[in-house]
Protein backbone atom coordinates (compact mmCIF):
# COMPACT_ATOMS: atom_id res chain seq x y z
CA UNK A 1 0.00 0.00 0.00
CA UNK A 2 2.61 2.16 0.61
CA UNK A 3 4.25 1.75 -2.96
CA UNK A 4 0.52 2.48 -4.46
CA UNK A 5 1.04 5.85 -2.52
CA UNK A 6 3.93 6.73 -3.54
CA UNK A 7 2.90 6.50 -7.44
CA UNK A 8 -0.64 8.61 -6.40
CA UNK A 9 1.57 11.24 -4.86
CA UNK A 10 3.43 11.24 -7.95
CA UNK A 11 0.94 11.56 -9.97
CA UNK A 12 -1.00 14.01 -8.09
CA UNK A 13 1.87 16.30 -8.37
CA UNK A 14 2.27 15.66 -12.24
CA UNK A 15 -1.54 16.52 -12.14
CA UNK A 16 -1.17 19.82 -10.28
CA UNK A 17 2.19 20.92 -11.42
CA UNK A 18 1.00 21.09 -15.08
CA UNK A 19 -2.16 23.19 -16.55
CA UNK A 20 -3.96 19.62 -17.43
CA UNK A 21 -5.80 19.13 -14.43
CA UNK A 22 -6.83 22.66 -13.44
CA UNK A 23 -8.08 23.13 -16.97
CA UNK A 24 -10.15 20.10 -17.17
CA UNK A 25 -11.46 21.00 -13.66
CA UNK A 26 -12.15 24.35 -14.53
CA UNK A 27 -13.59 24.00 -17.48
CA UNK A 28 -15.98 21.27 -15.89
CA UNK A 29 -17.10 23.83 -13.07
CA UNK A 30 -17.67 26.06 -15.66
CA UNK A 31 -20.11 23.99 -17.53
CA UNK A 32 -21.68 22.90 -14.13
CA UNK A 33 -21.94 26.56 -13.15
CA UNK A 34 -23.96 27.17 -16.28
CA UNK A 35 -25.72 24.01 -16.50
CA UNK A 36 -27.26 24.17 -12.61
CA UNK A 37 -27.32 28.23 -13.49
CA UNK A 38 -30.03 27.71 -16.59
CA UNK A 39 -31.95 24.95 -14.95
CA UNK A 40 -32.76 26.35 -12.10
CA UNK A 41 -33.61 29.96 -13.23
CA UNK A 42 -35.67 27.82 -15.33
CA UNK A 43 -36.98 26.20 -12.76
CA UNK A 44 -37.48 29.31 -10.66
CA UNK A 45 -39.54 31.15 -13.41
CA UNK A 46 -42.07 27.84 -14.31
CA UNK A 47 -42.77 27.02 -10.30
CA UNK A 48 -44.65 29.77 -9.76
CA UNK A 49 -46.70 29.01 -12.92
CA UNK A 50 -47.29 25.59 -11.65
CA UNK A 51 -48.25 26.42 -8.25
CA UNK A 52 -51.04 28.25 -9.74
CA UNK A 53 -52.81 25.09 -10.95
CA UNK A 54 -53.49 22.11 -8.57
CA UNK A 55 -52.90 19.21 -10.93
CA UNK A 56 -49.04 20.63 -11.45
CA UNK A 57 -48.19 21.83 -8.31
CA UNK A 58 -48.26 18.13 -7.41
CA UNK A 59 -45.52 17.58 -9.78
CA UNK A 60 -43.01 20.91 -8.88
CA UNK A 61 -40.20 18.74 -7.84
CA UNK A 62 -37.16 19.90 -7.77
CA UNK A 63 -34.51 16.47 -7.97
CA UNK A 64 -36.69 15.79 -11.08
CA UNK A 65 -36.72 18.64 -12.49
CA UNK A 66 -33.25 20.33 -11.62
CA UNK A 67 -30.84 17.82 -10.69
CA UNK A 68 -32.24 14.57 -12.97
CA UNK A 69 -31.45 16.68 -16.09
CA UNK A 70 -28.34 18.17 -14.29
CA UNK A 71 -26.84 14.87 -13.95
CA UNK A 72 -27.63 13.81 -17.40
CA UNK A 73 -25.93 16.96 -18.30
CA UNK A 74 -22.57 16.63 -16.45
CA UNK A 75 -22.48 12.69 -17.86
CA UNK A 76 -22.02 14.12 -20.82
CA UNK A 77 -19.13 16.49 -19.83
CA UNK A 78 -17.51 14.09 -18.18
CA UNK A 79 -16.95 11.64 -21.08
CA UNK A 80 -15.73 14.65 -23.17
CA UNK A 81 -13.53 15.66 -20.01
CA UNK A 82 -12.20 12.48 -18.24
CA UNK A 83 -10.09 10.46 -21.23
CA UNK A 84 -8.07 14.38 -21.07
CA UNK A 85 -7.86 13.10 -17.63
CA UNK A 86 -6.56 9.34 -17.96
CA UNK A 87 -4.33 10.24 -21.60
CA UNK A 88 -1.07 10.80 -20.24
CA UNK A 89 -0.95 7.93 -17.54
CA UNK A 90 0.83 6.11 -19.17
CA UNK A 91 1.36 7.31 -22.63
CA UNK A 92 3.46 9.79 -20.79
CA UNK A 93 5.68 7.40 -19.11
CA UNK A 94 5.92 4.90 -21.82
CA UNK A 95 7.15 8.60 -24.71
CA UNK A 96 9.05 10.04 -21.68
CA UNK A 97 11.31 6.75 -21.71
CA UNK A 98 10.16 6.70 -17.93
CA UNK A 99 8.46 3.61 -17.83
CA UNK A 100 11.93 1.95 -17.75
CA UNK A 101 12.48 3.01 -14.29
CA UNK A 102 9.42 2.03 -12.63
CA UNK A 103 9.24 -1.17 -14.67
CA UNK A 104 12.66 -1.77 -13.21
CA UNK A 105 11.68 -0.78 -9.22
CA UNK A 106 10.62 -3.42 -6.95
CA UNK A 107 6.73 -2.15 -7.53
CA UNK A 108 4.68 -4.85 -9.32
CA UNK A 109 2.70 -4.08 -12.36
CA UNK A 110 -0.65 -3.93 -10.58
CA UNK A 111 0.89 -1.26 -7.94
CA UNK A 112 1.39 0.87 -10.39
CA UNK A 113 -1.65 0.20 -12.63
CA UNK A 114 -4.03 0.49 -9.23
CA UNK A 115 -1.29 3.80 -8.35
CA UNK A 116 -2.01 5.48 -11.34
CA UNK A 117 -5.80 4.99 -11.35
CA UNK A 118 -6.86 5.96 -7.67
CA UNK A 119 -4.78 9.57 -8.84
CA UNK A 120 -7.48 10.06 -11.52
CA UNK A 121 -9.99 8.70 -9.06
CA UNK A 122 -9.34 11.30 -7.11
CA UNK A 123 -8.72 14.09 -9.65
CA UNK A 124 -12.37 13.02 -10.43
CA UNK A 125 -13.42 13.01 -7.04
CA UNK A 126 -12.22 17.05 -6.68
CA UNK A 127 -13.84 17.82 -9.62
CA UNK A 128 -17.33 16.47 -8.34
CA UNK A 129 -17.13 17.59 -5.05
CA UNK A 130 -16.01 21.53 -6.24
CA UNK A 131 -18.98 21.18 -8.55
CA UNK A 132 -21.55 20.11 -5.83
CA UNK A 133 -20.85 23.33 -4.11
CA UNK A 134 -23.64 25.98 -5.67
CA UNK A 135 -26.14 22.63 -5.67
CA UNK A 136 -25.89 22.34 -2.11
CA UNK A 137 -27.24 26.32 -2.21
CA UNK A 138 -30.37 24.70 -2.99
CA UNK A 139 -30.84 23.04 0.47
CA UNK A 140 -30.30 26.31 2.04
CA UNK A 141 -33.04 27.64 0.08
CA UNK A 142 -35.22 25.12 -0.60
CA UNK A 143 -35.84 21.53 0.70
CA UNK A 144 -34.80 18.90 -2.28
CA UNK A 145 -34.74 15.05 -1.20
CA UNK A 146 -31.23 14.18 -0.35
CA UNK A 147 -31.03 10.92 -1.10
CA UNK A 148 -31.42 11.12 -4.99
CA UNK A 149 -28.71 13.76 -4.85
CA UNK A 150 -26.26 11.85 -3.19
CA UNK A 151 -27.25 8.98 -5.68
CA UNK A 152 -26.90 10.99 -8.44
CA UNK A 153 -23.22 12.20 -7.67
CA UNK A 154 -22.65 8.72 -6.24
CA UNK A 155 -23.68 7.40 -10.25
CA UNK A 156 -21.53 10.19 -11.35
CA UNK A 157 -18.49 9.30 -9.59
CA UNK A 158 -18.79 5.64 -10.44
CA UNK A 159 -19.31 6.02 -14.21
CA UNK A 160 -16.45 8.31 -14.22
CA UNK A 161 -14.76 5.89 -12.24
CA UNK A 162 -15.39 3.38 -15.01
CA UNK A 163 -14.61 5.92 -17.99
CA UNK A 164 -10.91 5.98 -16.05
CA UNK A 165 -10.37 2.61 -16.18
CA UNK A 166 -11.07 2.13 -19.82
CA UNK A 167 -8.44 5.35 -20.02
CA UNK A 168 -5.87 3.54 -18.93
CA UNK A 169 -5.85 1.02 -20.80
CA UNK A 170 -6.30 2.75 -23.95
CA UNK A 171 -3.41 4.85 -22.34
CA UNK A 172 -1.10 1.86 -22.27
CA UNK A 173 -1.49 1.12 -25.83
CA UNK A 174 -0.17 4.07 -27.05
CA UNK A 175 2.87 6.48 -26.58
CA UNK A 176 0.61 8.82 -28.34
CA UNK A 177 -1.48 11.07 -25.69
CA UNK A 178 -4.03 12.02 -28.62
CA UNK A 179 -4.49 8.91 -29.83
CA UNK A 180 -4.74 7.39 -26.61
CA UNK A 181 -7.58 10.27 -25.57
CA UNK A 182 -9.57 9.52 -28.87
CA UNK A 183 -9.98 5.88 -28.50
CA UNK A 184 -11.20 6.44 -25.13
CA UNK A 185 -13.43 8.65 -26.14
CA UNK A 186 -13.92 6.68 -29.40
CA UNK A 187 -15.11 3.68 -27.14
CA UNK A 188 -17.29 5.94 -24.69
CA UNK A 189 -19.47 7.55 -27.27
CA UNK A 190 -19.75 3.66 -28.74
CA UNK A 191 -21.03 2.42 -25.24
CA UNK A 192 -23.56 5.75 -25.27
CA UNK A 193 -25.32 5.03 -28.05
CA UNK A 194 -25.60 1.26 -27.41
CA UNK A 195 -29.05 2.39 -25.39
CA UNK A 196 -30.22 4.15 -29.36
CA UNK A 197 -29.66 0.69 -31.11
CA UNK A 198 -31.20 -1.28 -28.45
CA UNK A 199 -34.13 0.12 -29.06
CA UNK A 200 -34.18 -1.25 -32.74
CA UNK A 201 -33.23 -4.73 -31.33
CA UNK A 202 -34.49 -7.71 -30.36
CA UNK A 203 -35.10 -10.31 -27.97
CA UNK A 204 -32.10 -11.08 -25.91
CA UNK A 205 -29.91 -8.22 -27.74
CA UNK A 206 -32.09 -5.33 -26.34
CA UNK A 207 -31.34 -6.46 -23.07
CA UNK A 208 -27.95 -6.96 -23.78
CA UNK A 209 -27.26 -3.94 -25.36
CA UNK A 210 -29.04 -2.08 -22.90
CA UNK A 211 -27.17 -3.46 -19.74
CA UNK A 212 -24.00 -2.51 -21.65
CA UNK A 213 -24.63 1.04 -22.33
CA UNK A 214 -23.26 3.67 -19.80
CA UNK A 215 -26.75 5.07 -19.73
CA UNK A 216 -28.91 3.12 -19.18
CA UNK A 217 -27.70 2.42 -15.34
CA UNK A 218 -27.25 5.80 -14.64
CA UNK A 219 -31.05 7.16 -15.44
CA UNK A 220 -31.98 4.93 -12.27
CA UNK A 221 -29.36 6.35 -9.75
CA UNK A 222 -30.39 9.95 -10.86
CA UNK A 223 -34.05 9.11 -10.56
CA UNK A 224 -32.79 8.02 -6.26
CA UNK A 225 -32.98 3.95 -7.26
CA UNK A 226 -30.28 2.25 -5.88
CA UNK A 227 -29.86 -1.24 -7.66
CA UNK A 228 -26.50 -2.93 -7.36
CA UNK A 229 -26.61 -4.09 -10.76
CA UNK A 230 -25.78 -0.74 -11.54
CA UNK A 231 -23.04 -0.56 -9.37
CA UNK A 232 -21.67 -3.61 -10.45
CA UNK A 233 -21.95 -2.45 -13.74
CA UNK A 234 -19.38 0.15 -13.29
CA UNK A 235 -16.80 -1.47 -10.85
CA UNK A 236 -17.13 -4.46 -13.10
CA UNK A 237 -16.49 -2.11 -16.06
CA UNK A 238 -13.23 -0.19 -14.21
CA UNK A 239 -12.00 -3.19 -13.12
CA UNK A 240 -12.09 -5.02 -16.73
CA UNK A 241 -10.37 -1.87 -18.05
CA UNK A 242 -7.48 -1.92 -15.23
CA UNK A 243 -7.33 -6.00 -16.02
CA UNK A 244 -6.63 -5.39 -20.11
CA UNK A 245 -4.08 -2.66 -18.91
CA UNK A 246 -2.21 -5.43 -16.46
CA UNK A 247 -2.31 -7.55 -19.46
CA UNK A 248 -1.32 -5.44 -22.41
CA UNK A 249 1.54 -4.35 -20.09
CA UNK A 250 2.88 -7.86 -19.25
CA UNK A 251 2.10 -9.01 -22.82
CA UNK A 252 4.66 -6.13 -23.93
CA UNK A 253 7.16 -7.00 -21.78
CA UNK A 254 6.98 -10.70 -22.79
CA UNK A 255 7.35 -10.14 -26.66
CA UNK B 1 27.88 -10.26 -9.22
CA UNK B 2 26.29 -10.85 -12.81
CA UNK B 3 26.31 -13.96 -14.44
CA UNK B 4 24.62 -14.69 -17.56
CA UNK B 5 24.67 -18.28 -18.96
CA UNK B 6 23.73 -18.53 -22.44
CA UNK B 7 21.43 -15.54 -22.97
CA UNK B 8 18.83 -15.34 -26.23
CA UNK B 9 16.57 -12.27 -26.81
CA UNK B 10 14.43 -12.74 -30.27
CA UNK B 11 12.47 -9.52 -31.35
CA UNK B 12 9.87 -11.56 -33.61
CA UNK B 13 12.46 -13.43 -36.11
CA UNK B 14 15.08 -10.97 -34.97
CA UNK B 15 17.56 -12.14 -32.73
CA UNK B 16 19.29 -9.29 -30.56
CA UNK B 17 20.98 -11.10 -28.42
CA UNK B 18 22.45 -14.83 -28.87
CA UNK B 19 24.22 -17.06 -26.61
CA UNK B 20 25.40 -14.26 -24.35
CA UNK B 21 27.73 -15.67 -21.27
CA UNK B 22 29.70 -13.59 -19.10
CA UNK B 23 30.48 -12.98 -15.64
CA UNK B 24 31.57 -9.87 -13.56
CA UNK B 25 32.82 -10.13 -10.14
CA UNK B 26 32.14 -8.03 -6.98
CA UNK B 27 33.40 -4.81 -6.59
CA UNK B 28 34.69 -4.48 -10.58
CA UNK B 29 34.07 -1.94 -13.00
CA UNK B 30 33.11 -3.67 -16.05
CA UNK B 31 32.34 -2.14 -19.61
CA UNK B 32 29.81 -3.43 -22.35
CA UNK B 33 31.35 -2.75 -25.62
CA UNK B 34 29.68 -2.43 -29.16
CA UNK B 35 28.64 -1.21 -32.38
CA UNK B 36 25.41 0.02 -32.78
CA UNK B 37 22.77 -1.98 -32.61
CA UNK B 38 24.98 -4.37 -31.29
CA UNK B 39 22.39 -5.61 -28.06
CA UNK B 40 23.77 -3.71 -25.49
CA UNK B 41 20.82 -2.00 -24.25
CA UNK B 42 18.91 -5.17 -24.89
CA UNK B 43 21.57 -7.06 -22.27
CA UNK B 44 21.34 -4.17 -19.94
CA UNK B 45 17.00 -4.15 -20.11
CA UNK B 46 16.89 -8.40 -19.16
CA UNK B 47 19.81 -7.84 -16.09
CA UNK B 48 17.23 -5.20 -14.95
CA UNK B 49 14.41 -7.01 -15.52
CA UNK B 50 12.97 -4.60 -17.47
CA UNK B 51 12.61 -7.28 -20.68
CA UNK B 52 12.65 -10.97 -20.14
CA UNK B 53 14.45 -13.63 -21.76
CA UNK B 54 13.68 -15.60 -24.70
CA UNK B 55 16.01 -18.31 -23.44
CA UNK B 56 19.45 -18.88 -21.01
CA UNK B 57 19.84 -17.75 -17.75
CA UNK B 58 21.15 -14.99 -16.10
CA UNK B 59 21.51 -13.50 -12.08
CA UNK B 60 22.34 -10.56 -10.50
CA UNK B 61 23.59 -10.55 -6.62
CA UNK B 62 22.81 -14.12 -6.78
CA UNK B 63 19.24 -13.83 -7.25
CA UNK B 64 17.99 -15.55 -11.06
CA UNK B 65 16.59 -12.33 -12.75
CA UNK B 66 13.66 -14.72 -13.91
CA UNK B 67 12.69 -16.20 -11.15
CA UNK B 68 13.27 -13.52 -8.35
CA UNK B 69 12.81 -10.60 -10.53
CA UNK B 70 11.37 -8.51 -7.48
CA UNK B 71 14.59 -9.36 -4.80
CA UNK B 72 16.96 -8.35 -8.58
CA UNK B 73 15.37 -5.26 -8.61
CA UNK B 74 15.88 -4.27 -5.30
CA UNK B 75 19.36 -4.75 -5.78
CA UNK B 76 19.96 -3.03 -8.93
CA UNK B 77 20.45 0.48 -9.92
CA UNK B 78 19.61 1.27 -13.31
CA UNK B 79 20.23 4.54 -15.68
CA UNK B 80 18.87 3.61 -18.85
CA UNK B 81 19.75 4.70 -22.68
CA UNK B 82 16.99 7.49 -22.01
CA UNK B 83 17.39 9.22 -18.77
CA UNK B 84 14.29 8.45 -17.12
CA UNK B 85 13.22 12.16 -15.56
CA UNK B 86 10.12 13.81 -14.48
CA UNK B 87 10.45 17.61 -16.03
CA UNK B 88 7.64 18.74 -13.68
CA UNK B 89 9.17 17.78 -10.55
CA UNK B 90 12.14 18.97 -8.39
CA UNK B 91 15.34 17.30 -8.19
CA UNK B 92 14.86 16.53 -4.84
CA UNK B 93 11.59 15.73 -5.00
CA UNK B 94 12.07 13.15 -7.95
CA UNK B 95 15.05 11.19 -6.15
CA UNK B 96 12.37 11.19 -2.88
CA UNK B 97 9.85 9.49 -5.29
CA UNK B 98 12.46 7.52 -6.46
CA UNK B 99 13.56 6.41 -3.15
CA UNK B 100 10.04 5.70 -2.20
CA UNK B 101 9.59 3.10 -5.00
CA UNK B 102 12.84 1.38 -4.42
CA UNK B 103 11.54 1.08 -1.21
CA UNK B 104 14.40 2.78 1.06
CA UNK B 105 13.22 3.25 4.63
CA UNK B 106 11.14 6.09 5.60
CA UNK B 107 13.83 7.35 8.16
CA UNK B 108 16.67 6.96 5.73
CA UNK B 109 14.88 8.52 2.70
CA UNK B 110 16.78 12.24 3.67
CA UNK B 111 20.11 10.43 4.27
CA UNK B 112 19.74 9.28 1.10
CA UNK B 113 18.90 11.91 -1.16
CA UNK B 114 21.42 14.22 0.70
CA UNK B 115 24.15 11.45 -0.41
CA UNK B 116 22.61 10.82 -3.65
CA UNK B 117 23.00 14.62 -4.43
CA UNK B 118 26.64 14.82 -2.92
CA UNK B 119 28.06 12.14 -4.65
CA UNK B 120 26.97 13.35 -8.09
CA UNK B 121 27.29 17.07 -7.23
CA UNK B 122 23.84 18.40 -7.45
CA UNK B 123 23.66 20.57 -4.19
CA UNK B 124 23.45 23.85 -6.30
CA UNK B 125 20.24 22.65 -8.61
CA UNK B 126 18.69 20.34 -5.68
CA UNK B 127 15.74 22.85 -5.36
CA UNK B 128 15.16 23.39 -9.25
CA UNK B 129 12.88 22.06 -11.69
CA UNK B 130 14.16 19.12 -13.82
CA UNK B 131 13.19 20.96 -17.01
CA UNK B 132 15.04 23.61 -15.96
CA UNK B 133 18.14 21.99 -15.78
CA UNK B 134 21.19 21.27 -17.81
CA UNK B 135 22.13 18.10 -19.97
CA UNK B 136 24.65 17.29 -17.44
CA UNK B 137 22.83 18.17 -14.20
CA UNK B 138 20.47 15.61 -15.99
CA UNK B 139 22.83 12.80 -17.24
CA UNK B 140 24.29 13.19 -13.23
CA UNK B 141 20.40 13.32 -12.19
CA UNK B 142 20.13 9.87 -13.81
CA UNK B 143 22.87 8.52 -12.37
CA UNK B 144 22.01 9.70 -8.60
CA UNK B 145 18.80 7.55 -9.04
CA UNK B 146 20.71 4.88 -9.85
CA UNK B 147 22.37 5.10 -6.78
CA UNK B 148 19.76 6.36 -4.05
CA UNK B 149 19.05 2.52 -2.50
CA UNK B 150 22.54 1.94 -1.97
CA UNK B 151 22.79 -0.96 -5.05
CA UNK B 152 25.01 -3.43 -4.94
CA UNK B 153 24.77 -3.44 -8.80
CA UNK B 154 24.78 -0.73 -10.95
CA UNK B 155 24.42 -1.05 -14.40
CA UNK B 156 24.49 2.27 -16.52
CA UNK B 157 23.57 2.53 -20.10
CA UNK B 158 25.62 5.17 -21.88
CA UNK B 159 26.61 7.24 -18.77
CA UNK B 160 29.00 10.39 -20.37
CA UNK B 161 26.62 10.03 -23.47
CA UNK B 162 25.99 14.47 -24.80
CA UNK B 163 28.36 15.37 -21.92
CA UNK B 164 31.19 17.99 -22.71
CA UNK B 165 34.72 17.03 -21.95
CA UNK B 166 34.83 18.70 -18.88
CA UNK B 167 31.66 16.59 -17.54
CA UNK B 168 32.80 13.72 -19.14
CA UNK B 169 35.74 13.92 -16.46
CA UNK B 170 34.03 14.18 -13.64
CA UNK B 171 31.46 11.52 -14.15
CA UNK B 172 34.25 9.30 -14.55
CA UNK B 173 35.78 9.44 -11.59
CA UNK B 174 32.27 9.55 -10.31
CA UNK B 175 31.85 6.11 -11.71
CA UNK B 176 35.74 5.19 -10.53
CA UNK B 177 34.32 6.08 -6.96
CA UNK B 178 32.08 3.30 -6.97
CA UNK B 179 34.36 0.28 -7.45
CA UNK B 180 34.93 -1.81 -4.67
CA UNK B 181 31.47 -0.57 -2.73
CA UNK B 182 29.30 -1.70 -5.75
CA UNK B 183 29.68 -3.85 -8.92
CA UNK B 184 29.18 -1.79 -12.10
CA UNK B 185 28.54 -2.83 -15.99
CA UNK B 186 28.19 0.25 -18.11
CA UNK B 187 27.75 0.60 -21.93
CA UNK B 188 29.98 2.78 -24.06
CA UNK B 189 31.18 3.94 -27.64
CA UNK B 190 33.84 5.67 -26.21
CA UNK B 191 36.50 3.37 -25.80
CA UNK B 192 38.91 5.85 -24.00
CA UNK B 193 36.30 5.57 -21.57
CA UNK B 194 36.61 1.69 -20.74
CA UNK B 195 40.61 1.61 -20.73
CA UNK B 196 40.46 4.98 -17.93
CA UNK B 197 37.28 3.24 -15.73
CA UNK B 198 37.15 -0.40 -16.17
CA UNK B 199 38.61 -3.45 -14.85
CA UNK B 200 37.24 -5.75 -17.43
CA UNK B 201 35.29 -5.51 -21.03
CA UNK B 202 32.45 -7.60 -22.53
CA UNK B 203 32.74 -6.97 -26.52
CA UNK B 204 29.24 -7.45 -28.11
CA UNK B 205 28.66 -7.53 -31.63
CA UNK B 206 25.32 -8.84 -33.61
CA UNK B 207 24.22 -10.02 -30.68
CA UNK B 208 27.01 -12.20 -29.93
CA UNK B 209 29.57 -12.10 -27.81
CA UNK B 210 33.06 -11.45 -29.15
CA UNK B 211 35.16 -11.66 -26.54
CA UNK B 212 35.33 -11.14 -22.50
CA UNK B 213 38.02 -10.75 -19.80
CA UNK B 214 40.44 -8.54 -18.09
CA UNK B 215 41.77 -5.09 -20.17
CA UNK B 216 45.07 -6.94 -19.61
CA UNK B 217 44.55 -10.37 -20.23
CA UNK B 218 42.99 -9.44 -23.71
CA UNK B 219 45.10 -7.08 -25.00
CA UNK B 220 47.74 -9.69 -24.47
CA UNK B 221 45.43 -12.12 -25.85
CA UNK B 222 45.22 -10.85 -29.23
CA UNK B 223 48.40 -9.37 -29.67
CA UNK B 224 49.38 -10.91 -33.16
CA UNK B 225 53.37 -9.66 -32.85
CA UNK B 226 55.58 -8.11 -29.87
CA UNK B 227 58.07 -5.92 -29.98
CA UNK B 228 58.64 -2.15 -29.46
CA UNK B 229 58.72 1.64 -30.28
CA UNK B 230 61.80 3.33 -30.61
CA UNK B 231 63.06 7.07 -30.48
CA UNK B 232 66.65 7.34 -31.76
CA UNK B 233 68.85 11.13 -32.00
CA UNK B 234 70.24 9.58 -35.35
CA UNK B 235 67.34 8.72 -37.51
CA UNK B 236 69.13 8.17 -40.66
CA UNK B 237 67.28 5.14 -43.16
CA UNK B 238 70.32 2.90 -42.85
CA UNK B 239 69.60 2.48 -38.77
CA UNK B 240 66.35 0.56 -39.90
CA UNK B 241 69.09 -1.59 -41.84
CA UNK B 242 70.61 -2.91 -38.13
CA UNK B 243 67.87 -3.19 -37.03
CA UNK B 244 66.34 -5.29 -39.68
CA UNK B 245 69.69 -7.56 -39.13
CA UNK B 246 69.25 -8.43 -35.41
CA UNK B 247 67.97 -12.14 -34.90
CA UNK B 248 64.03 -12.20 -34.71
CA UNK B 249 63.22 -9.16 -35.75
CA UNK B 250 60.69 -9.45 -38.36
CA UNK B 251 60.16 -6.12 -39.23
CA UNK B 252 61.60 -2.44 -38.95
CA UNK B 253 59.51 0.42 -40.29
CA UNK B 254 59.21 4.39 -39.77
CA UNK B 255 56.16 5.75 -38.12
CA UNK B 256 56.72 9.55 -38.01
CA UNK B 257 59.46 10.34 -35.73
CA UNK B 258 59.54 6.74 -34.14
CA UNK B 259 60.94 3.15 -35.11
CA UNK B 260 58.50 0.45 -34.66
CA UNK B 261 60.02 -3.20 -34.48
CA UNK B 262 58.31 -6.44 -34.33
CA UNK B 263 59.06 -9.56 -33.60
CA UNK B 264 57.44 -12.95 -32.34
CA UNK B 265 54.95 -12.48 -29.67
CA UNK B 266 56.75 -16.12 -28.10
CA UNK B 267 60.51 -13.97 -28.13
CA UNK B 268 61.59 -10.89 -26.05
CA UNK B 269 63.88 -9.17 -28.16
CA UNK B 270 64.29 -6.03 -26.18
CA UNK B 271 68.37 -6.21 -24.53
CA UNK B 272 69.82 -7.04 -28.21
CA UNK B 273 67.91 -4.23 -29.50
CA UNK B 274 69.49 -1.63 -26.57
CA UNK B 275 72.92 -3.36 -27.25
CA UNK B 276 72.46 -2.70 -30.85
CA UNK B 277 71.67 1.36 -29.94
CA UNK B 278 74.36 1.61 -27.50
CA UNK B 279 77.51 -0.42 -29.88
CA UNK B 280 76.51 2.04 -32.79
CA UNK B 281 75.55 4.95 -30.59
CA UNK B 282 72.35 5.74 -31.81
CA UNK B 283 71.28 7.58 -28.84
CA UNK B 284 68.11 5.90 -27.05
CA UNK B 285 65.59 8.94 -26.22
CA UNK B 286 63.06 6.46 -25.85
CA UNK B 287 61.79 2.77 -26.17
CA UNK B 288 58.23 2.10 -25.26
CA UNK B 289 56.10 -1.45 -25.99
CA UNK B 290 53.82 -2.56 -28.66
CA UNK B 291 50.79 -2.77 -26.43
CA UNK B 292 47.73 -3.30 -28.20
CA UNK B 293 45.62 -0.64 -27.62
CA UNK B 294 41.71 -1.21 -27.00
CA UNK B 295 41.38 1.20 -30.20
CA UNK B 296 42.88 -1.61 -32.26
CA UNK B 297 41.44 -4.74 -29.48
CA UNK B 298 38.06 -3.30 -30.13
CA UNK B 299 38.42 -2.84 -33.93
CA UNK B 300 40.14 -6.30 -34.53
CA UNK B 301 37.59 -8.26 -32.56
CA UNK B 302 34.23 -6.01 -34.27
CA UNK B 303 35.57 -5.93 -37.22
CA UNK B 304 36.62 -9.90 -37.09
CA UNK B 305 40.40 -9.62 -38.18
CA UNK B 306 41.24 -11.96 -35.59
CA UNK B 307 40.87 -14.90 -34.56
CA UNK B 308 41.50 -16.09 -31.11
Given at each position: ??????????????????????????????????????????????????????????????????????????????????????????????????????????????????????????????????????????????????????????????????????????????????????????????????????????????????????????????????????????????????????????????? | ????????????????????????????IWGLLGPNAA?????????????????????????????????????????????????????????????????????????????????????????????????????????????????????????????????????????KSLRGEHTVL???????????????????????????????????????????????????????????????????????EEIRLEWDRN??????????????????????????????????????????
Amino acid sequence: MKAVWSIIKKELLTYFTSPIAYIIIFTFLLLSGFFFYSLISWFNSIAPQMAQNPYYYQQININQMVFSPLFNNLSIVLMLMLPLLSMRLFSEEKKMGTEELLFTSPLSITQIIVGKYLASLIVLFIMLLLSAIPVLFTFIYGNPETVPFLLGYLGLFLMGAAFLGLGVFWSSITENQIVSAVLTFGTLLLFWVLSWVSYSAHGIWQGVLNYLSFFEHFDSLTRGIFDTTDLVYYLSFAFFGLFLTHSVIQSRRWR
Amino acid sequence: MIETQHLQKKYGDLIAVEDLSFKVEAGEIWGLLGPNAAGKTTTMRILTGYLPATSGKASVAGYDVFEQAEEVKKEIGYLPETVPLYPEMTVEAYLGFVAEIKQVPKNQKKAAIDRAVETTGLTAVRKRLIKNISRGYRQRLGIAQALIHNPKVIILDEPTIGLDPAQIVEIRQLIKSLRGEHTVLLSTHILAEVTQVCDGVVIINEGKLMAAGRLAELTTAYREKDGVYLKLKKAEDEVLNLFRQLPGVEKAVREGEEIRLEWDRNLDRRDEVIKCCLEHQLGLIEMRSLALTIEELYLRIVSGGIEQ
